[in-house]
């Protein structure tokens, strides 16, 4: 969960390796605060899935989550890990950092409503 271990498959043994070196899953911060408000918003089911589907390997997902403010649009491409492709919103939080601060609340609303329904 801390990312400081890997599977080596070819081995099948564990190795000790900081998968996050910069980055405290623990700690309070705006990313944080992005994923805690995903994971309410994907409680709340204010969220309309408009595309899931499967093709070449990749997972489209896209569909309309409901802001405080407004509606917005997430659009996720996920590879068979479910590690995304490509990701993108309409959401200040995105056009500001893209993808550097990490998913913004709706994308991750909208991965986690893909992965149940």
């Not at 564990?14 to 911060?29: A, E, G, I, K, S």
């Not at 944080?32 to 204010?46: D, F, M, N, T, W």
């Amino acid at each position: 969960l801390m990312g400081k271990a890997m599977y080596d498959s070819e081995r099948n043994v564990y190795r000790w390796r900081d998968l996050f070196p910069t980055l405290d899953l623990y700690v309070d911060n705006e990313t944080s605060r992005e994923v805690q408000a995903g994971v309410k918003i994907a409680q709340s089911k204010e969220i309309l899935k408009t595309l899931d589907e499967t093709r070449a390997d990749v997972r489209y997902l896209s569909g309309s989550v409901k802001g405080e403010s407004a509606t917005y649009s997430p659009i996720l491409e996920l590879d068979l890990d479910f590690r995304p492709k490509y990701a993108q919103c309409d959401c200040s939080f995105y056009r500001y950092n893209k993808l550097k601060q990490g998913p913004c609340r709706h994308m991750v609303a909208l991965s986690l409503v893909g992965d149940v329904q």
